[in-house]
C-alpha cells in the first residue's frame, strides 16, 4: 500500500464513521436544541459562555491533542508494525474513543456541566467518588511523568541528517525555540490582560512571531544546551509555576498560539503524505510476542498507542471546560464525537513519520522521529535547503503540545488534591502542586539514562500510563452507564467499549503486576509500576463493585438522561 492510499483510506474510514455511527450515538441521546444548555442557563461570561462550534471545537481539540496520539502510535509501531496499530486506530477510535468523548460531553451538559467526578458521586455516591478521584490524581501523575520526559528527550541529541553541520545542535534549537514560544505567550497574555486589544490584532502579531522563535531558534541552538535529566527537572518547575499562576498571564494565550501550532503540523502532515514521495518502508507486522512479558501484542498494544484510539483524559476535558460551553445539545456531536476523529487522524500522522523510516535503520525516540517526519514533510513547501528550520518546526511542534498537557495536568492534579483535603488558598496551591510533582521528580531525578540502543526513559512508564488512561475511560463509560441505566435507557453502545476496555487494562495491570513480582523489592521502573498497577486496580475494582449493588439496588427513575 503507497503512503498517499493508506490516508485516503483512514480519511474515507473516520468521515464514514462520523456520518453513519456519530448520527446513531446522537439518537441514542436524542439531542435537543429545545433543551437549554448550563451554558445558556448560566452564561457568567467567565466559565460558562455559549460557544459557536466552530470555535469550540478549536479549543477542544488543542486541548486534548497532546503527545499521547503522536508517542503511542510510532512506539507501538516499532514494536509491532503499523497494520495493528492501523487498524485499531480506525476501529477503536470510531466505536469506542469518540463515544466515550461524546458520552462524557453529553453527560456532564444534562449534569448541569459537572465533572466526571460530580457525575459518579450523583450517580454512584461519595465511596465511588472517592475512588474515581484517587485514580483521576494517579492517572495525572503518569501524564506528568511520561510527558516531562519525552519533552526533555526532544531538548537534547542529534538528528542523523543534520549530524556533522557546525555550530548547529537540532535538541538546543528546539530547547531554545520552545523556551521562547512560552516567553511570547506571556507577553501575549501580559498585553491582552492591559490594554486588550482586537484578537485579530494579536493574532496577527504573535502567530508569526510564533514561527520567528523557530527561525531564531535554529540560530541560537547552542544556547542552551544540558542534559535530559537537567531538563526533565526544569519542565517540572515550569509545571510547578505554569499551575498556580493565573491561566490569563500563559495558560490561554499558550493554548491560543498552540492551537495554530497544532493546525500547521497536521496541514504540513497531510502535504507530505500526499506530495512528499515518500514510501512505505517499515514492515507491516514484527512479533506477536517479544522477549519480555510487556511486548505482546495482547494487550499492550492497545494500551501504548492509547490516546490515539482512547482517552480518559480527554473525559476530564469533556467535562470540565468544553461543557460550559455547549450552545446547543446538537453541537455534542461535532466537538465530541468529530474532536476525537481529529485527534485519531493525528495519529495517522504521527504513524506516517515512522512508517517512512527505513527498515533496518537505528530509530531513535518517537518524540524525534515526530519531529523528523514532519521536517521531512514540511521541506515539501519550503524546499531541502530550511532543513533545520523544518525538523526545529517540527520538534517544537511536538513539544508545543505536551507543554499544554504538562501544565493543565498538574493544575488539574492541584484541584483535585485541594478538593479531596477540603483546602483553598495560596499556600494550600504550593503544596497541593508539590505533592502531584513529587513522584515525577522522583522519577525523573533517580533514573539513570538510558543506554545506547535502549528505550527511552519515558517509556519504562508509557505502557502504565496508556493503562491508566484508557482504564479512565473504561471507568467513565461505566459511570455513564449506570447513569443511563438507572434512567431506563439504553446502554448496549457504552456497555460494549467498556467491556472491552477494561478487559484490555485490567489484563495489561495484571502483567505488570506480575513482571514486577519478579523485581526485588526497589525504586526501579517496573517495581514502582507494579505497585502502581496493584492500586490502580483495586480502585477499578471498588468502581465495578459499586456499580454493581447501585444497579441492584435501583429502579428506573426520571433523570436528565434525555435532556
Not at 193 to 211: D, H
Not at 306 to 326: E, N, P, R, Y
Not at 488 to 512: C, D, E
Request: hydrophobic share 55%; charged share 10%.
Amino acid at each position: 500500500m503507497s503512503l498517499p492510499l493508506f490516508a485516503v483510506v483512514m480519511l474515507a474510514l473516520l468521515i464514514v464513521g462520523y456520518t453513519l455511527y456519530g448520527r446513531i450515538i446522537s439518537r441514542q441521546y436524542a439531542l435537543s436544541d429545545a433543551s437549554k444548555t448550563p451554558a445558556e442557563e448560566i452564561n457568567d461570561g467567565v466559565d460558562f459562555v455559549p460557544t459557536k462550534p466552530f470555535y469550540l471545537l478549536g479549543q477542544h481539540f488543542s486541548a486534548i491533542a497532546a503527545a499521547g496520539p503522536i508517542v503511542g502510535p510510532i512506539a507501538a509501531c516499532i514494536t509491532f508494525g503499523w497494520l495493528p496499530c492501523i487498524l485499531w486506530i480506525g476501529v477503536g477510535v470510531i466505536f469506542i474513543g469518540a463515544v466515550h468523548d461524546f458520552s462524557a460531553l453529553v453527560a456532564s451538559v444534562r449534569h448541569g456541566a459537572k465533572s466526571i467526578a460530580e457525575i459518579v458521586r450523583q450517580n454512584l455516591g461519595k465511596r465511588a467518588w472517592l475512588a474515581i478521584m484517587v485514580f483521576i490524581w494517579i492517572a495525572l501523575v503518569y501524564v506528568i511523568v511520561a510527558f516531562a520526559d519525552v519533552t526533555a528527550s526532544t531538548f537534547v541529541g542529534q538528528t542523523e541528517e543534520l549530524e556533522g553541520t557546525t555550530a548547529f545542535n537540532p535538541g538546543g534549537a528546539v530547547a531554545a525555540a520552545a523556551s521562547m514560544y512560552l516567553v511570547i505567550s506571556i507577553v501575549m497574555g501580559l498585553i491582552q490582560r492591559k490594554w486588550n486589544p482586537p484578537l485579530w490584532l494579536l493574532t496577527l502579531i504573535f502567530v508569526p512571531a510564533t514561527l520567528g522563535v523557530v527561525f531564531l531558534g535554529t540560530k541560537l541552538s547552542t544556547l542552551l544546551i544540558f542534559t535530559q535529566k537537567t531538563w526533565g527537572v526544569t519542565i517540572l518547575a515550569y509545571c510547578f509555576v505554569a499551575s498556580i499562576i493565573p491561566v490569563w498571564l500563559l495558560l490561554q494565550p499558550r493554548g491560543y498560539l498552540g492551537g495554530f501550532i497544532l493546525y500547521l503540523a497536521l496541514a504540513v502532515g497531510v502535504i507530505g503524505v500526499f506530495f512528499g514521495g515518500h514510501e512505505i518502508q517499515q514492515p507491516a507486522f514484527k512479533q506477536w510476542t517479544g522477549a519480555k512479558m510487556t511486548d505482546a501484542l495482547f494487550p499492550f498494544l492497545f494500551v501504548t498507542i492509547a490516546c490515539g484510539a482512547c482517552s480518559g483524559f480527554h473525559g476530564l476535558v469533556c467535562s470540565g471546560t468544553t461543557s460550559k460551553q455547549i450552545a446547543r445539545e446538537s453541537h455534542c456531536k461535532p466537538v465530541g464525537y468529530g474532536g476525537m476523529l481529529l485527534e485519531g487522524f493525528v495519529a495517522v500522522i504521527a504513524l506516517a513519520t515512522v512508517m517512512i523510516r527505513g527498515a533496518g535503520e537505528a530509530l531513535p525516540g518517537p518524540g524525534k522521529i515526530y519531529g523528523e517526519g514532519i521536517g521531512r514533510f514540511m521541506t515539501v513547501i519550503t524546499g531541502e535547503g530550511s532543513l533545520r528550520f523544518a525538523m526545529t518546526f517540527g520538534a517544537m511542534a511536538f513539544s508545543t503540545f505536551v507543554f499544554d498537557t504538562l501544565d493543565v495536568s498538574t493544575r488539574l492534579g492541584r484541584l483535585i488534591l485541594q478538593e479531596l483535603f477540603g483546602s483553598r488558598g495560596a499556600v494550600s496551591s504550593a503544596v497541593a502542586t508539590l505533592l502531584t510533582l513529587t513522584v515525577p521528580f522522583l522519577f525523573i531525578a533517580i533514573q539513570a539514562p538510558p543506554l545506547p540502543g535502549q528505550k527511552p526513559s519515558y517509556m519504562m512508564y508509557w505502557t502504565l500510563f496508556g493503562t491508566s488512561n484508557q482504564l479512565l475511560a473504561a471507568l467513565t463509560l461505566l459511570g455513564i452507564t449506570v447513569w443511563l441505566k438507572r434512567s431506563g435507557k439504553r446502554v448496549w453502545f457504552t456497555v460494549l467499549p467498556m467491556l472491552f476496555v477494561m478487559v484490555v487494562t485490567l489484563s495489561s495491570l495484571v502483567i505488570q503486576i506480575q513482571a514486577a513480582l519478579q523485581e526485588p523489592p526497589s525504586f526501579s521502573a517496573g517495581f514502582v509500576n507494579g505497585i502502581v498497577a496493584i492500586l490502580l486496580t483495586a480502585l477499578a475494582l471498588q468502581l465495578v463493585l459499586e456499580s454493581a449493588l447501585v444497579l441492584l439496588r435501583a429502579r428506573p427513575q426520571p433523570s436528565p438522561a434525555r435532556g
